[in-house]
């Protein structure tokens, strides 16, 4: 009655993959620096942008999501 670790191997995620999962959201800015907004909507125009691993202060890893705070305290969340 022996374990078969092969069969129950999960790598654990790293800070490096948690940054992988989750984006930034920012807005789009004009040449003055200002941001853009649809025409039609009035809404803010974004874009989402990939963090560095070095941004990274904790995550947590849940089934369905993954949840990322940053050194700045940026709480940003990703699905699976």
Same mark, same amino acid.
């Given at each position: ?57 904790s995550f ?6 993954? @949840? @990322? @705070? ?6 940003? @969340?990703?699905?699976?």
């Amino acid at each position: 009655m022996g374990s078969n670790d092969t069969a129950n191997t999960k790598k654990d995620m790293t800070r490096a993959d948690a940054a992988k999962l989750v984006k930034r959201t920012i807005p789009v800015l004009d040449d003055n620096k200002q941001p853009k907004f649809h025409e039609k909507t009035g809404e803010p125009i974004t874009r989402d942008v990939a963090i560095k691993e070095e941004e990274v202060m904790s995550f947590a890893e849940y089934p369905d999501r993954v @949840v @990322v @705070v940053t050194t700045s305290g940026e709480k940003l @969340v990703a699905p699976k």
